[in-house]
């Protein structure tokens, strides 16, 4: 059965405090996966897709990287104004039925 | 207008209300999806339509009916709901293509209670 598992639920780091999120998946046929950022009462907003095992990419504070079972986000030196939670999502196949979310990880960066 | 829209952004209903969410997109996409997101769970994807057709529907309830008139609008007809029906409901847009993974793009979603 595809999977996709996020850990930890729910993070706290103190500003400045590197840590990093997990994404582990099982799916026939990846296509892409996906990191997303979700603030209260909005809609979540796209961060990286990543489409091979090997392939990082970064933005700012972030990187993301991708192995053959896992997707890590690793967050440098983070700002309060990172806190938020953080999707990750699995595209396996062809069909776009095919989406399938984690549950999140919700960060919380203390000044 | 920018991006995906969505009206209303909260709405309450009774449980006999007809009521309907629409969803704008304005990026020149040609997929559409509708979202279920529920406390404590992850996003659940509801409806999808690829070039106005639907193309899925994830063994949804008949008492929640997309319509899909162009490839820019998107709407969630809705009657007859349960109060486990309350959640959050969030449209996206993407490019489609077969083989090809593209992301999506959220609206801010409608907060809908059912009473």
């Known amino acids: 059965e595809d999977q996709v598992t996020q850990s930890p639920e729910a993070l706290r780091l103190q500003e400045g405090e590197s840590s990093s999120l997990n994404c582990s998946y099982t799916v026939s046929g990846l296509r892409g996966l996906f990191w997303y950022r979700q603030d209260p009462g909005k809609g979540p907003e796209f961060l990286f897709t990543l489409y091979s095992a090997g392939e990082e990419k970064e933005k700012e504070r972030l990187k993301a990287t991708l192995t053959k079972k896992e997707s890590f986000l690793h967050i440098t030196a983070p700002k309060p104004e990172d806190s938020a939670t953080y999707l990750c999502?699995?595209?396996?196949?062809?069909?776009?039925?095919?989406?399938?979310f984690g549950s999140g990880t919700r960060l919380s960066i203390r000044p | 207008e920018t991006g995906v829209t969505q009206t209303p952004r909260h709405l309450v209903m009774g449980m006999t209300n007809k009521k309907s969410l629409k969803c704008e997109q304005h990026l020149g996409h040609n997929a559409m999806y509708w979202y279920k997101q529920s406390a404590k769970k992850p996003l659940e994807l509801m409806f999808v339509y690829n070039f106005k057709e639907q193309t899925e529907n994830n063994s949804v309830p008949s008492r929640f009916s997309p319509e899909c008139p162009n490839s820019s609008h998107l709407f969630l007809h809705l009657h007859t709901l349960q109060p486990e029906d309350s959640a959050l409901y969030l449209c996206a847009s993407s490019q489609e293509g077969i083989g090809q993974a593209y992301e999506q793009y959220f609206g801010p979603g409608t907060r809908l209670t059912v009473t």
């Open positions: 999502a699995v595209q396996a196949g062809s069909s776009a039925s095919k989406i399938i």
